[in-house]
């Protein structure tokens, strides 16, 4: 497998929640796995490198050293190249990305390549969103004749369309891509280069990572202008939902609460209630739902729904404690600050990314919003869901498909409205406090542990397929 990030290495989302539970669950399937990612600043090298490489990419050179490690079963290694990733950030600071993310990531792509060339022999290649995109680019047009690649398979997911890598015309130079692939049925997009667009149209096979997001990104509203592309690669496109990593997310053993409990003993989950007031620095009135939320403040996550409804005169959120922990958009960060300024006591925000305090949220809070406009999984509503807090999210994506009217709280036009009416009705239910808790329980109760699509990938690794190459007209 091959990512820009894996967890616990580097992580800026739920892709590298996937990458650091889902090679796991598969090696536990008796798969031999390896995971190439990127060594960023805040990754340690271990020990000294297992080989480096030369990376011819355009008019340039770089250096990748190798790093190797194991986990859980699974073989990671990271690529060091301090000159593209030794930076603060992943992928750009201030909201503004690295000019040069497209040379950083062809170069992640041919340090796979020479894994897989030197180290690691794969059957399969799975590769995830944008920044992967051209590796079966390289493999099947620059190393088309080169037997050692022959007959592998190329899997490319999709966890996000939102984010697609499109980069000017010129781009194609730097990264070492034959200019004759620029065509419509290739890689070009909008006359531009498009990295997303490169791993659908050349992998064998397309997952996203729901069922629901499968059928939405073939439409015009959620298709992010790739939707006639996806239509008509529609017979290789499936969707798997993801899967949750239990050893990381389970109030029974989470090392990050102060108490633990289960679906049989709840008491625990008062004094986690306690101690997120505490942390979040409001009045200890334990009988007041608590709302949550741990979200990328990006436009994908209806936050700006949540603004309003707050701000309404008659908000439900009125009778609630609300405590938010987020960073992103420079516009949503100064919403929410001020938000707490003029409702001191009653909200309480933390922009930042903070692990601890994510988890504490998931068990302290009593209900958890998730009112994305769109999601391609999610995986914090599923959390919540083990941690005994009533999700209420918007009807779409991997939320439509994990959480149900008995375990939560969902509405489907994106707008305040409905919002504000799922978070009413949530905080009506609370009030009957025997059915609340059965609500609960029904959700601790579910299962998204990986083994089911762990094996729904293993199915797709396997699969006989028709030839995909692309047909070009010249
Ligand atoms: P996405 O990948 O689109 O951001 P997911 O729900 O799939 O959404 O995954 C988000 C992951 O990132 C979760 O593990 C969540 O706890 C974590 N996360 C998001 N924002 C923060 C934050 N500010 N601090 C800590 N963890 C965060
Ligand atoms: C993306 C999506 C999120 C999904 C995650 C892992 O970040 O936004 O919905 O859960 O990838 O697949």
Known sequence: MVASEAAPFAKSGGLADV???????????????????PRYRSVPLPGSPALTLPVLLGPRRFDVAIYQTERQGVRYFFADCPPLYDRPALYGESGVDYPDNHIRFAVLNWAAIGVARFLFRPTVIHAHDWQTGLLFVYLRENLASDPTFFGIRCVFTIHNLGYQGNFPATAAADVGVNPGLLHPEGLEFFGGLSFMKAGIVWADAVNTVSPTYAREIQTPEFGFGMDGLLRSRASKLSGILNGVDYQTWDPETDQYLPTHYSMLDLSGKRECKRTLLEDAGLPLDLDRPVLGIVSRFADQ??????????????????????????????????????????????????????????????????????????EPCGLNQIYSLRYGTVPVVRATGGLQDTVDLDTGFKFAGYAAAGLSGAIAAALAAYEDRPKWTERVRRGMAKDFSWDASAAEYQNLYRRPLASSRPVFAS
Do not use: C, T, W
């Not at 598969?26 to 990612?37: D, F, I, P, S, Y």
């Open 301 to 374: 996550k209806g936050m700006d729904l949540v603004v309003d409804v707050a701000s309404r005169a008659n908000s439900p959120m009125k009778n609630a404690f609300l405590v938010v922990l987020g960073s992103g958009d420079p516009v949503l960060e100064a919403a929410f600050r001020d938000m707490a300024k003029v409702q001191p006591g009653r909200v309480s925000v933390r922009i930042g990314y903070d692990d601890q305090y994510a988890h504490r949220i998931e068990a302290g809070s009593d209900i958890f919003l998730m009112p994305s406009r769109y």
């Open 19 to 37: 990458l650091g539970s889902l090679p796991a669950a598969l090696a536990r399937l008796g798969e031999k796995v390896a995971v190439v990612v």
